[in-house]
């Protein structure tokens, strides 16, 4: 069964750290490429970071140096630390793996995790 859970976010004045948690059932995290994603009251979701099964790292560019994403393949779990947050972070995270997983052919993605940055 495919479950992804993410936790973590939460209301932050500019500046200040979050670290996201993403806890996924079975063996998603040591078989993907694990990925954090986003999506902004009336924007597209789009991907913020992701992590090879071999530790290779990718940034959006308005992150990079703000966001490190981390995996731990021992608990099953993908962690997003990010720091030097901005308002234009607010949206809701999710994690998924690349490429996206599925349940049939619909594309699953958990319930989120609100992030909101604003003093």
């Known amino acids: 069964q495919v479950q992804l859970v993410e936790s973590g976010g939460g209301l932050v004045q500019p500046g200040g750290s979050l670290r996201l948690s993403c806890a996924a059932s079975?063996?998603?995290?040591?078989?993907?490429?694990m990925a954090w994603y986003r999506q902004a009251p009336g924007k597209e979701r789009e991907l913020v970071a992701f992590?090879?099964?071999?530790?290779?790292?990718y940034y959006l560019a308005s992150v990079k140096g703000r966001f490190t994403i981390s995996r731990n393949n021992a608990n099953t779990r993908v962690y997003l630390q990010m720091n030097s947050l901005k308002p234009e972070d607010t949206a809701v995270y999710y994690c998924?793996?690349?490429?996206?997983?599925?349940?049939?052919?619909?594309?699953?993605w958990g319930q989120g995790t609100q992030v909101t940055v604003s003093s």
């Open positions: 998924n793996a690349i490429p996206r997983l599925r349940v049939g052919v619909q594309e699953y």
């Open positions: 079975g063996s998603i995290v040591n078989s993907n490429t």
């Open positions: 992590v090879t099964t071999h530790g290779s790292t």
